[in-house]
């Protein structure tokens, strides 16, 4: 058995655990670690693997599958490790050495930070805090101010830098009470006068990466919408499996098992056709935001325009084909013992994450009729 295929089964047999306890097993850390993967997107001059933006989706798509916490938690961890390529090399060197290395946190400006002497006074409280739990380090965007509370810079000029945090100046507050990933832990968190030394912050837009590759070039908004519709690929692969597993229940009063009901092989194929466009779009769009890193020319708004439509699509398609699955089981799919109900929830969840959720298309399509749109955080 090779280390993922660990993980995925560690994952799929501890997940009831994950879900009672509000975070992540500690067999399945454990075994993510051990498997490396949370190092899919570490600068390979950190210790990392540098792997491309496509085969860190296949890996997220994969513990997913097993379980939609830990794939969120893949997610969450790696995308957020994309922070290697822009950390001055002494503070990247420190955060992402050790082998059991774990960022994670909230890259909003939901915070303030002053300039004070060797860094930043950091005070602020942020939500979707996913992972935080098992987090070696952890960060939050903030906003720069001066001692008046109007905008200002940090001494290499950033505004609203993404800054990482000493795991004793972290509160996690009890505020993870939902309906699905449960086990991811998002719960919100706050520091209060924190002390960041200088440098341990990074600029996650509008600035050039310090490793020049193509991982670091890659556009940090487009990386984690295609990363958290990653997750939304493996929980729908994960409900079509669930549901041919029990192709053989007959219902009540019914002659007829499930697998031979002509409606729900329908739906079967439905969800399996809008699977197989979702990731076909998200890959290929993928490649070739990829293929014009790679080729270190500027990427211009239509590449990730693409990008965001291509992630957020697929999450509504695999949302769709969860729902599809769920329904098609009959009463069978409520009950905590089916695994669908929980994939069901999960899918529901995910989709609401703010890069992907359905309120993003309409930029999009604001930026497709040619009316001025703002790409910030395209």
Not at 264 to 284: F, K, N, P, T, W
Not at 291 to 317: F, I, K
Request: contains cysteine; proline residues 4%.
């Amino acid at each position: 058995m090779s280390a993922l295929e660990t993980v995925c089964r560690t994952a799929d047999d501890r997940a009831v655990d994950t879900e009672r306890l509000g975070h992540l097993h500690p067999d399945i850390v454990t075994a993510l670690l051990d498997a490396g993967a949370l190092r899919a997107w570490i600068a390979a001059e950190h210790g990392g693997q540098q792997r491309s933006l496509v085969d860190g989706l296949r890996l997220i798509e994969q513990v997913s599958e097993a379980d939609g916490s830990a794939g969120w938690c893949t997610m969450i961890a790696n995308c957020t490790a994309l922070i290697s390529f822009r950390l001055p090399a002494e503070w990247a060197d420190k955060v992402f050495a050790d082998p059991a290395a774990c960022t994670g946190g909230f890259g909003m400006p939901a915070g303030t930070a002053r300039v004070v002497d060797g860094g930043l006074e950091v005070t602020g409280r942020w939500a979707w805090g996913s992972g935080t739990d098992h987090c070696t380090w952890i960060g939050g965007g903030v906003r720069v101010v001066d001692d008046d509370g109007e905008p200002a810079a940090a001494s290499d000029g950033a505004r609203t830098p993404f800054v990482l945090f000493d795991l004793d100046d972290v509160e996690l507050l009890d505020t993870w009470h939902v309906s699905g990933l449960k086990g991811t832990a998002s719960t919100d968190y706050r520091v209060e006068r924190a002390f960041v030394p200088e440098g341990r912050w990074v600029q996650l837009v509008g600035t050039e990466p310090r490793i020049d590759a193509p991982l670091g070039r890659y556009p940090f908004f487009c990386a984690l919408a295609a990363g958290v519709a990653a997750v939304t690929i493996g929980l729908a692969e994960r409900a079509v499996t669930e549901l041919v597993a029990i192709g053989e229940k007959r219902s009540a009063g019914s002659s007829k098992t499930l697998a031979e009901r002509a409606p729900v092989q329908a739906d079967l194929a439905m969800a399996r056709a809008g699977i197989g466009q979702a990731r076909s779009y998200l890959h290929e769009t993928a490649e070739r935001l990829w293929d014009a890193v790679s080729a270190a020319g500027p990427v211009d708004d239509d590449a990730r325009v693409e990008l965001r439509m291509a992630a957020t699509a697929a999450a509504r398609r695999c949302v769709e084909a969860v729902d599809l699955c769920f329904h098609a089981a009959g009463g069978t799919a409520v009950y905590e013992t089916s695994p669908l109900q929980r994939v069901f929830r999960d899918a529901h969840v995910a989709a609401s994450h703010g890069m992907i959720a359905a309120r993003t298309m309409e930029p999009l399509g604001r930026y497709s009729f040619g009316l001025p749109t703002s790409t910030v955080q395209f």
